[in-house]
């Protein structure tokens, strides 16, 4: 008895996805997709299929399961023509084709980019005339080859941090050399303590702040070339002579720098805690309470009779 009830409660439809019955609608069409039984065993075709629509989002090629048994779902399409079923391929193609294509073109653009640059440079670097005709008479090959590689190089030079390895030095070293002790002579002797040693010498390094400072180099190279060595008449040699003395100015200016911050975290003091300063409440603060309290909400008994307003008097 209890078997036939089992038995009549499963063969009884209902969808799961509207909670029809065949009493609801004996027209629509009832489909079983998956393992399920009971009341999930069937479900109307029409809202099976919108929700495969939800699930798809408008790409048919997804694939999808019944959420209570994890059944996949045995969708069929109908026979395509051949027109359509090659342009259906050709699709499929030019979507699979298009991430290389986009990277392609990006890594096309930034060598390209890098290979104008690498020629702006040489002509900035050793004149104008005198770049063009190296340019000229050299191989077109090492000429594609070699102008990336100018950028590249110059954002890895940046990226060497020399002073650091000078400071390190200078702060292990500097107590030992004489003349470091003449010239500084209260270097040491300033140092309350060795602060530890948690953090870096330099902040992290910034990708903008390191590209910036490379691609300038030259030109800053240029303009400090031309002010320090004016007197030299080769482009290329006052270029180089203006590189080096701005990267070695700048260098001991951050050295110089980073020395000061080190000696004011190493001569930092904490203070003792002042209870009195804390606990004094501020007199202005006390007015103002004073009088916002109105003498309406004043208990006459609690006042003291004795106590006499001076403005009264």
């Not at 048994?69 to 193609?93: A, Q, S």
Request: hydrophobic share 40%.
């Amino acid at each position: 008895m209890s078997q036939s009830r089992l038995q009549q409660d499963e063969d009884r439809r209902s969808c799961w996805v509207c909670f029809a019955t065949e009493e609801d609608d004996r027209t629509a069409a009832w489909v079983r997709p998956c393992r399920c039984r009971g009341t999930t065993k069937w479900v109307h075709q029409t809202c099976l299929q919108r929700w495969v629509d939800e699930k798809q989002k408008g790409n048919s090629t997804v694939k999808v399961a019944c959420p209570q048994c994890n059944t996949e779902y045995l969708i069929l399409f109908p026979k395509l023509g051949p027109v359509v079923y090659v342009m259906d391929i050709i699709d499929r193609v030019i979507y699979k084709m298009c991430p290389f294509v986009a990277g392609g073109i990006f890594i096309g653009t930034v060598y390209w980019t890098m290979v104008t640059y690498g020629a702006v440079t040489v002509m900035q670097v050793l004149g104008h005339k005198e770049g063009l005709n190296v340019m000229e008479q050299a191989d077109p090959l090492f000429l594609l080859i070699g102008l990336p590689t100018i950028p590249l190089m110059l954002i890895l030079g940046k990226m060497v941090r020399w002073e650091d390895y000078v400071l390190r030095l200078w702060r292990k070293h500097s107590s030992k050399l004489p003349l470091i002790n003449y010239l500084f002579p209260d270097e040491h002797s300033r140092l309350s303590r060795v602060p530890a040693d948690t953090v870096t010498l330099t902040d992290p390094i910034s990708a903008t702040r390191v590209l910036c400072g490379a691609l300038v180099m030259p030109t800053i190279a240029t303009i400090v070339g031309k002010l320090m060595f004016g007197f030299v008449q080769s482009n290329f040699q006052r270029t180089l002579l203006g590189g080096i003395a701005f990267v070695a100015i700048k260098g001991v200016l951050k050295i110089y720098y980073k020395q000061q911050q080190y000696l004011r975290q190493a001569n930092r003091i904490i203070r003792d805690y002042e209870e009195d300063t804390q606990e004094t409440t501020n007199p202005i603060v006390e007015s103002q309470v004073a009088h916002s309290v109105d003498p309406h909400l004043v208990d006459p008994h609690l006042v003291d009779p004795h106590q006499v307003d001076p403005l009264q008097e």
